[in-house]
Structure formats: structure tokens, C-alpha cells
């Protein structure tokens, strides 16, 4: 998304505000004038459109409180010191503009606020940051669609515009109504990276926005499926909802994997100890008949599926 080349040094003193380094593009800059804080009131002659529109913004409260240090504050709290910008008049190269930074530079700009709000270590080893989608692919500080959050669009159309394959997932018959606006991508998923998970294998991560510490995010919604229940089936807590469920959508009832509920359970449980869970997982017994259609219908019998406080085989 660069949208010019500039040597990695020239881009490193745009953001740390060495702009005297580029003055030979910069005529207009004398050498001598240090680059001071000159306060936001300075930029509104030449950039009213911008300054008019910041009362509206979060960042405008720095401003408001009035007891903040100058790095911290209004405009000058991003772009840096304005003096030499001023004294030259304009110009990209003599202010911190991030239309001249490479995405890791902008997000650490960022972060030097940010980082109370937002944990760097997960915001560092996101699938987003190593593929160079920072603060900016997302948020428009001045011209920002949804005033809350500052979104560069409103939150489902944002993430389609990069995951446009996951849009039809949520228009299969069984599905979280996300393009109804009912669920949002952000109840599930955490934009800005997550911890690594505690069920599964604990790498899959998908940028999972836990609920509690460390819990599956479905159980912000679903609570009844958090237990603990004296008799817990174990792949719901130990290896997840995903296990059986398409959390997205599905061709299947209740999002369920497979078209039948018995072709999931017998994933597992399907003789002998063998299969993926190896030994630990019971099969059925000699009364499961199995050509009997009855006994295709686990769940008929099986109500608590999820877990049961009252019976070890979850029958009721
Ligand atoms: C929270 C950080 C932040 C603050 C505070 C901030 N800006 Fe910006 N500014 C940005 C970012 C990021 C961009 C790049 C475009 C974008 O994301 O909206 C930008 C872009 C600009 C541009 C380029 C034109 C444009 O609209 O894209 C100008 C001019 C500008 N800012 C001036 C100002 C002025 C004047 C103030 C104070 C009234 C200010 N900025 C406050 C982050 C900030
Ligand atoms: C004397 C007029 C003037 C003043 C005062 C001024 N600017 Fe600028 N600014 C300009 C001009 C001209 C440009 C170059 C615009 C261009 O090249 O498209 C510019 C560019 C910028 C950019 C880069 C925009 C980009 O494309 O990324 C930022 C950021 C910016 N100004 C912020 C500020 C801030 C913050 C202040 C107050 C401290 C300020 N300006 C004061 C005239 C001014
Ligand atoms: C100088 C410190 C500072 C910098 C740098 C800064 N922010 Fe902020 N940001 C704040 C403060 C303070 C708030 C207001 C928090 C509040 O409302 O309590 C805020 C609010 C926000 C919000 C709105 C949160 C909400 O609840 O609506 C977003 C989004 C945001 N910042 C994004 C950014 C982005 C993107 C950048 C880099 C381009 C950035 N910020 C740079 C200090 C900063
Ligand atoms: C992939 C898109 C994306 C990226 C990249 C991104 N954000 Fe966000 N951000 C969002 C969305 C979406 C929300 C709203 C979340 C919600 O609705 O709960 C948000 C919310 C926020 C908030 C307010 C709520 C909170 O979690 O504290 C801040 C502050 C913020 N972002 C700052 C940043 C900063 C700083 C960066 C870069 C380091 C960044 N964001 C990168 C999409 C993104
Ligand atoms: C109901 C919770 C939920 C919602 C809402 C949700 N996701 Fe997901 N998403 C998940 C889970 C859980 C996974 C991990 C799937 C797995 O482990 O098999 C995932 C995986 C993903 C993946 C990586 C795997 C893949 O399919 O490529 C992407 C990308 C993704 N989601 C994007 C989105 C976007 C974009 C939205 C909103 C339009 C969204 N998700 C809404 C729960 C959700
Ligand atoms: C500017 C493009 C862009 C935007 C906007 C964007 N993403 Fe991504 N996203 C990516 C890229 C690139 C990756 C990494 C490669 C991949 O897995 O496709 C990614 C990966 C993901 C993953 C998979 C993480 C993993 O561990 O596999 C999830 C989940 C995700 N994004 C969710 C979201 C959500 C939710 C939003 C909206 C808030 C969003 N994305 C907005 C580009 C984007
Ligand atoms: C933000 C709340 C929320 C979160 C988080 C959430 N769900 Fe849901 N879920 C719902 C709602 C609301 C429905 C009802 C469907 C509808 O309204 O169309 C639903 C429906 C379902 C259904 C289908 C129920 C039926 O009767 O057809 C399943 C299965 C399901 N969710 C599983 C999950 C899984 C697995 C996760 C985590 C990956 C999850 N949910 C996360 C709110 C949520
Ligand atoms: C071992 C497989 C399995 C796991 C793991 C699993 N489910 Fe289910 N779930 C099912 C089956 C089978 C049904 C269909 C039940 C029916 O049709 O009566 C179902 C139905 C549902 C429903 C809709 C009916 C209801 O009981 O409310 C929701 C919501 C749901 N599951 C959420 C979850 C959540 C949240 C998790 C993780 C905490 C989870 N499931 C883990 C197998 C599973
Ligand atoms: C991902 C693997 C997996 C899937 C899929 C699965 N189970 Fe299980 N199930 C287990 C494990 C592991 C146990 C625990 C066995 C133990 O505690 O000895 C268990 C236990 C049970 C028990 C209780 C046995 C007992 O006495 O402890 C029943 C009943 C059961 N499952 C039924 C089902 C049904 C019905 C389905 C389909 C809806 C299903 N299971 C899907 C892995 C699975
Ligand atoms: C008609 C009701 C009914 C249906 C349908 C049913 N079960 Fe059962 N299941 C039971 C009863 C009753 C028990 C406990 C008594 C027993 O062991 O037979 C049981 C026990 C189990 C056990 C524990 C076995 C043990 O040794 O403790 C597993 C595992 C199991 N069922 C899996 C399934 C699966 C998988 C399906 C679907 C293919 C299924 N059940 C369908 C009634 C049913």
C-alpha cells in the first residue's frame, strides 16, 4: 500500500520528526529553526476542514482537559512537534504524516497511547500486523464512518472488504445472523489479536475475542453451555464448540459439521477405542442398534449434549 519509496532512513526520520534530514527536498525549511510544539490552534488556518471536524473525535478530549503535556495532546499528540512544518509552509516531509510511513511505523505511533488500551505482544504476533494490515486499514482518524471506534466503515463491510469469502458463509441456511446485524464480527474475533487459546490444540488462534480470561467466546452468548456440569462431555470445554459446530454457517441444522447428528458423534465414538480420540472415548452399546433409524437420532435421548447435572450419559 506504499504509495511512494522513500529509503528506510528518510521514512524513520519522518516518524521520529528528524526532518531536518530531508531538508534538500524541503526549500522552504531554514536549518535553524527548532522544531517545536506549536499547538493545535497553529494548524487551523491551513487545515480548517480537519480542525473543524475534531471537536467531534475521541482524541479531542486531550484536548479538552487542557492539563496534558504537549507530546500528548491535539494534533501535535500524532504528527509530532509542528514547528518546522509551519515555518515551511506545509509539506509531507517536515511533520510526521502517515501517508509517508510503512504500516509498522504508523501502528507504533499508535501504540505509544495505545498500549494500555490494547496488549502489544497480541497485537504484534496478530495474523493482521504480520500481514502489514495496521491501525490505518481499519481506522479513519478524520474521516471516519462509524464516530464510535473510529472506523474506516461500518464494522461488517470493513472486514469484507478484505474477507469477502466469509460473507457467503453467513448466508447458509444455519448461520449467526451477521449480515442482519444481529452478531458482529468483533463479538467473536478480536481485531487486534488474541492470546493463544486453552481448548483445541491451543495454536489455532483466529483472533478469538475470549470471553472471562480464557473462555470460548461463544459463551459470552450462549451461557448455558458454560457449566461446569457435574457430567461434562469433555470435546465441548476440552477441544470446542468448532469441534461440532461451523461456527460461521452451515448447509447443516444447529451449524453442525455433518448433515446427520449421528455422523458427528460417531466421529468419536465409533468403536472399539479406536479413532481419533484413541482409547477414552466410549462407543455405544450392544442396545445402540444402529440399522434401527431410532438409534440415528442420538440426540432424541441424548437431550444434554452439551452437559448434564443429573445424568452421566447426559440423558437428561
Ligand atoms: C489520533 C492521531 C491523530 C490526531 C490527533 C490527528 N491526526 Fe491528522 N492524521 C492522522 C492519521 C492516521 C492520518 C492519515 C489519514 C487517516 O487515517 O485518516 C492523518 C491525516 C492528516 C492530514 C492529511 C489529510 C487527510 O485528511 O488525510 C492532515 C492535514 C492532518 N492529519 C492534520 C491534522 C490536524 C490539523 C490535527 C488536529 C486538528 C490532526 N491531524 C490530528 C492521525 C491523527
Ligand atoms: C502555513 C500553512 C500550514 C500550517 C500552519 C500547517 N500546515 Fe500542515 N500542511 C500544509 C501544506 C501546504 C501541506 C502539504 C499538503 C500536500 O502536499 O498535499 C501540509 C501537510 C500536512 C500533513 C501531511 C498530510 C499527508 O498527506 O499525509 C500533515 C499531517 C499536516 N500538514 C499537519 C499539520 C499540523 C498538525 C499542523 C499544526 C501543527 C499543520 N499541519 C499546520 C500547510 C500547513
Ligand atoms: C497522544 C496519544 C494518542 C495517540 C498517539 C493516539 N491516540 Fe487514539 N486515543 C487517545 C485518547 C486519549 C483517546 C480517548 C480515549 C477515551 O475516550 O477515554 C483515544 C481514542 C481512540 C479511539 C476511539 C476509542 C473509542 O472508544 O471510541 C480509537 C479508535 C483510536 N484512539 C485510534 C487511534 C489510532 C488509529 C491512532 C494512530 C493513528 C491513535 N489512536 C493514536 C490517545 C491517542
Ligand atoms: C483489522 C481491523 C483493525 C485493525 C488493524 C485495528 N483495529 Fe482497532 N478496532 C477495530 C474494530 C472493528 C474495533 C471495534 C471493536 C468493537 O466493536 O468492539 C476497534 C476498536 C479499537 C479501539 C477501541 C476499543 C478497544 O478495543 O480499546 C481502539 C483504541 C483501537 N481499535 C485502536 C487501534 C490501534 C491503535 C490499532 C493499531 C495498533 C488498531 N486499532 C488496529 C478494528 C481494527
Ligand atoms: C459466532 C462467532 C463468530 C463470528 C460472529 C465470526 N466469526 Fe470468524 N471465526 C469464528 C471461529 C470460532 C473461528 C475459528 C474456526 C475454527 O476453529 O474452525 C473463525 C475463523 C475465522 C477466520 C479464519 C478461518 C477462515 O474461515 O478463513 C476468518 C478470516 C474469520 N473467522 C473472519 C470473520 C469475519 C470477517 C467475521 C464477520 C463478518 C466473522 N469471522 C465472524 C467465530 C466467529
Ligand atoms: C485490509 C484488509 C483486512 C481487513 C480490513 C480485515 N482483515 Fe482480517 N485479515 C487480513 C489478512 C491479510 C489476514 C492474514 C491472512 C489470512 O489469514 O487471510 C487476515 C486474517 C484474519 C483472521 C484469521 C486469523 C488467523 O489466525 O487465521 C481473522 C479471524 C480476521 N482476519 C478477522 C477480521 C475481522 C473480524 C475484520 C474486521 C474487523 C478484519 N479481519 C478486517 C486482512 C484484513
Ligand atoms: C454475540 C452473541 C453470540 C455469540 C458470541 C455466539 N452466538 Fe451462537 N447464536 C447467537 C444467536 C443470537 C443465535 C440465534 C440465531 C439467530 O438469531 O438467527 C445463535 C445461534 C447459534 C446456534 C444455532 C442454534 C439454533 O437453534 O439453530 C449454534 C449452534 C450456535 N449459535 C453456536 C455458537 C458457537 C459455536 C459460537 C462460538 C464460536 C457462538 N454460537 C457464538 C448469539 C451468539
Ligand atoms: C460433541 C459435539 C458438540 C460440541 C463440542 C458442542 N456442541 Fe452444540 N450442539 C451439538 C449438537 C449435536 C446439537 C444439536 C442438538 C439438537 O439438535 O437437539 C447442538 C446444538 C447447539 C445449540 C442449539 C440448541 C441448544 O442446545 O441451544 C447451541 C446454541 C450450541 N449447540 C452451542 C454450542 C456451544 C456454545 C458449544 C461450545 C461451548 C457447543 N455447542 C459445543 C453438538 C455439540
Ligand atoms: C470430538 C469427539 C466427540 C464427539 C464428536 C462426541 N463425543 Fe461423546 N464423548 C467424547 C469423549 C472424549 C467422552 C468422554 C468419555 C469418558 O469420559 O470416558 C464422551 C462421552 C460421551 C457420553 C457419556 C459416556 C459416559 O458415560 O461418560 C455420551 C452419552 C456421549 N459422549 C454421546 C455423544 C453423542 C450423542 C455425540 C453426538 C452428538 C457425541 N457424544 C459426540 C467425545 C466425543
Ligand atoms: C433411544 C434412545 C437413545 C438413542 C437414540 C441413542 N442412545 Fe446412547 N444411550 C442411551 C441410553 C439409555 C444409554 C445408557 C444405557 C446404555 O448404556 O445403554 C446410552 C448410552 C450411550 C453411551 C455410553 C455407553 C456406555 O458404555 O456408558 C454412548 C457413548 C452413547 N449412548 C452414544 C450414542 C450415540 C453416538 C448415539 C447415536 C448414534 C446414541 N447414543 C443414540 C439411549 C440412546
Given amino acids: 500500500m506504499k504509495t511512494r519509496t522513500l529509503p528506510a532512513g528518510a521514512l524513520l526520520a519522518v516518524v521520529f520528526g528528524f526532518s531536518g534530514l530531508l531538508t534538500a527536498q524541503q526549500p522552504a525549511a531554514p536549518a535553524s529553526v527548532e522544531n517545536k510544539y506549536v499547538g493545535g490552534q497553529v494548524c487551523r488556518t491551513c487545515h480548517p476542514d480537519v480542525w473543524l471536524n475534531f471537536n467531534k ?119 449467526h445472523r451477521v449480515n442482519e446485524g444481529a452478531v458482529q464480527c468483533s463479538d467473536c474475533h478480536n481485531p487486534h489479536g488474541s492470546f493463544a487459546t486453552t481448548w483445541g490444540t491451543g495454536t489455532g488462534s483466529a483472533m478469538l475475542a475470549n470471553a472471562r480470561e480464557n473462555e470460548q467466546p461463544c459463551l459470552k452468548c450462549h451461557i448455558d453451555k458454560r457449566g461446569p456440569f457435574v457430567f461434562e462431555h469433555e470435546p465441548v470445554r476440552v477441544e470446542g464448540c468448532a469441534t461440532c459446530h461451523q461456527p460461521h454457517g452451515s448447509t447443516n441444522a444447529k451449524l453442525l459439521r455433518r448433515p446427520v447428528v449421528f455422523t458427528v458423534c460417531l466421529e468419536c465414538h465409533n468403536g472399539g477405542g479406536a479413532g481419533r480420540q484413541n482409547g477414552g472415548v466410549l462407543t455405544q452399546t450392544s442396545s445402540h442398534n444402529l440399522q434401527d433409524p431410532k438409534y440415528q437420532r442420538c440426540v432424541l435421548c441424548h437431550v444434554r449434549i452439551h452437559g448434564s447435572n443429573s445424568d452421566s450419559n447426559f440423558l437428561r
Fill in 57 to 175: 473525535n475521541p482524541h479531542f478530549k486531550s484536548v479538552a482537559l487542557g492539563n496534558q503535556p504537549q507530546e500528548k495532546t491535539g494534533c501535535e499528540g500524532c504528527h509530532g512537534p509542528g514547528g518546522k512544518h509551519v515555518a515551511a509552509g506545509g509539506g509531507k516531509a517536515t511533520i510526521r504524516a502517515f501517508s509517508q510511513m510503512t504500516p509498522p511505523q504508523a501502528l507504533e505511533t499508535c501504540l505509544t497511547c495505545h498500549s494500555k488500551d490494547l496488549s502489544r505482544a497480541n497485537i504484534h504476533k496478530s495474523a493482521h500486523t504480520e500481514a502489514d494490515v495496521a491501525c490505518n486499514s481499519c481506522h479513519s482518524v478524520h474521516k471516519a464512518a462509524t464516530p464510535k471506534f473510529l472506523l474506516a466503515k461500518q464494522q461488517t463491510q470493513l472486514c469484507y472488504t478484505c474477507h469477502a469469502d466469509v460473507r457467503a458463509q453467513f448466508e447458509l441456511p444455519s448461520k
